[in-house]
Nanobody, 116 residues
Framework: QVQLVESGGGLVQAGGSLRLSCAAS????????MGWYRQGSGEQRELVAR????????YADSVVKGRFTISKDNAKNTVDLQMNSLKPEDTSVYYC?????????WGQGTQVTVSS
């Protein structure tokens, strides 16, 4: 089992920045990828960015457009998402995700609200 706890969401004005953090615990040695997804009201959950154990990153370019950066701290077992130049359309619940060979784990989600 892997447990994920997100932090760092909140309310920010358009053009501002937020940094989300996800702390993993449990069977972290089984994790191959960690990432961030988001789900707006009435919408499907979509990938924002993910990072592999060896540091390779993937971004949803249509979402991120160079504004977000994912990073990880192996010593702390955390994955962060730095979000800059936020727009109202970035308003969503952001979920941390961890993938192992057999399982897919999710955090509880953290609300990000961007006001215009």
């Amino acid at each position: 089992q892997v447990q994920l706890v997100e932090s760092g969401g909140g309310l920010v004005q358009a053009g501002g920045s937020l940094r989300l953090s996800c702390a993993a615990s449990g069977s972290i040695f089984r994790i191959h990828y960690m990432g961030w997804y988001r789900q707006g009201s009435g919408e499907q959950r979509e990938l924002v960015a993910r990072i592999s154990n060896d540091g390779r990153t993937n971004y949803a370019d249509s979402v991120v457009k160079g504004r977000f950066t994912i990073s990880k701290d192996n010593a702390k077992n955390t994955v962060d998402l730095q979000m800059n130049s936020l727009k109202p359309e970035d308003t969503s619940v952001y979920y941390c995700n961890a993938r192992t060979d057999l399982d897919n784990y999710w955090g509880q989600g953290t609300q990000v609200t961007v006001s215009s």
